[in-house]
């Protein structure tokens, strides 16, 4: 499906489509357990996790994170 499959989709205002898009996504993440995960997603998670386990004193905290990023320039 496209947006030029709905017109009156097309022609809206920019807040109606994002209040549309907040819809959907609550009703994909409503379903999202019947979504499968693929199997890289679950290595890359086990990966992650085994080295924080391995170096949990490595990397930042996420606050710290948020305030690198934020004040780039």
């Given at each position: 499906?496209?947006?030029?499959?709905?017109p009156q989709l097309r022609d809206a205002?920019?807040?109606?489509?994002?209040?549309?898009?907040e819809e959907l996504w609550a009703e994909i993440t409503a379903?999202?357990?019947s979504l499968p995960l693929p199997e890289w997603h679950v290595r890359e998670?086990?990966?992650?996790?085994?080295?924080y386990q391995a170096n949990p004193r490595?990397?930042?905290?996420?606050?710290?994170v948020k305030?690198?990023?934020?004040?780039?320039?």
């Amino acid at each position: 499906m496209k947006i030029a499959d709905i017109p009156q989709l097309r022609d809206a205002p920019l807040a109606s489509k994002l209040e549309l898009v907040e819809e959907l996504w609550a009703e994909i993440t409503a379903k999202s357990d019947s979504l499968p995960l693929p199997e890289w997603h679950v290595r890359e998670l086990d990966r992650s996790l085994a080295e924080y386990q391995a170096n949990p004193r490595e990397g930042s905290p996420w606050p710290e994170v948020k305030t690198r990023i934020l004040n780039r320039k």
